[in-house]
């Protein structure tokens, strides 16, 4: 599976959209790219997935870039309950369902 | 549906001792896997399983077994506790939908092993 590079922290105002960034720049033809969130210690909850094409869902929007190299996630407007880490996940289709968290965005949305 | 639980919520240990975290999922999941995570640290995978009878190892097995006798349950135990796996240990479980399915997270339990 292949790795994936997050900044370490970012901040947003409230009210405004959160793009955050991930490059996964090995990732192969059968690998999507998942995004989950963990608010304070809970579990980690799942966000939005894709492949290739851009997603969108009641939470967020995926922006994945043709080479596929990279990726975005768009919260549209972010409120002080967005504030969380995000985690991009890329996994394969095939073998072991083995989920690779790295150490994630910390998103802090500021009122 | 209860979803994903695990008991206990908080366990305290002395190094050397053994004990049992419980995760159970009523949704009828195939895939079932363990997580540690550490303070400040992204989540680890330490067992997964694919259907009752069948385990594998994560990232960071050593210390560690499980074993999957039914669909619902999947117990994570520590032989031998030491201080290194002080830590919130995270159970989830997958709908049996293929390659695209999404986790679901139990609400952790965390561990202190003095």
């Known amino acids: 599976d292949a790795k994936t590079t997050q900044p370490t922290s970012m901040d947003c105002a409230e009210g405004r959209a959160a793009n955050l960034p991930c490059n996964h720049s090995?990732?192969?033809?059968?690998?999507?790219v998942y995004w989950y969130r963990q608010i304070h210690s809970q579990g980690p909850q799942y966000i939005i997935h894709g492949l290739k094409n851009n997603e969108t869902n009641e939470m967020a929007s995926l922006i994945i870039t043709e080479d596929r190299k990279s990726s975005t996630l768009i919260l549209p407007h972010a409120t002080l309950r967005d504030t969380a880490v995000y985690y991009c996940i890329v996994r394969g289709t095939s073998g072991t369902y083995k989920y690779i968290f790295g150490t994630g965005t910390r998103l802090k949305v500021l009122a | 549906n209860a979803g994903v639980t695990q008991t206990p919520k908080f366990q305290v240990l002395k190094t050397g001792q053994s004990m049992t975290l419980q995760c159970a999922q009523d949704m009828n999941h195939e895939y079932m896997s363990w997580y540690r995570q550490d303070p400040g640290m992204g989540l680890r995978l330490i067992h997964y399983s694919v259907g009752a009878g069948i385990t594998d190892q994560g990232e960071v097995p050593n210390g560690y077994n499980v074993s999957r006798s039914t669909t619902e349950d999947f117990p994570l135990r520590l032989l031998s506790a030491a201080p290194s796996q002080t830590s919130v240990y995270f159970c989830?479980?997958?709908?049996?939908?293929?390659?695209?399915?999404?986790?679901?997270f139990g609400p952790g339990t965390r561990l202190l092993v003095l």
């Open positions: 989830a479980s997958s709908p049996p939908t293929g390659f695209q399915e999404t986790q679901y």
């Open positions: 090995t990732i192969s033809g059968n690998e999507y």
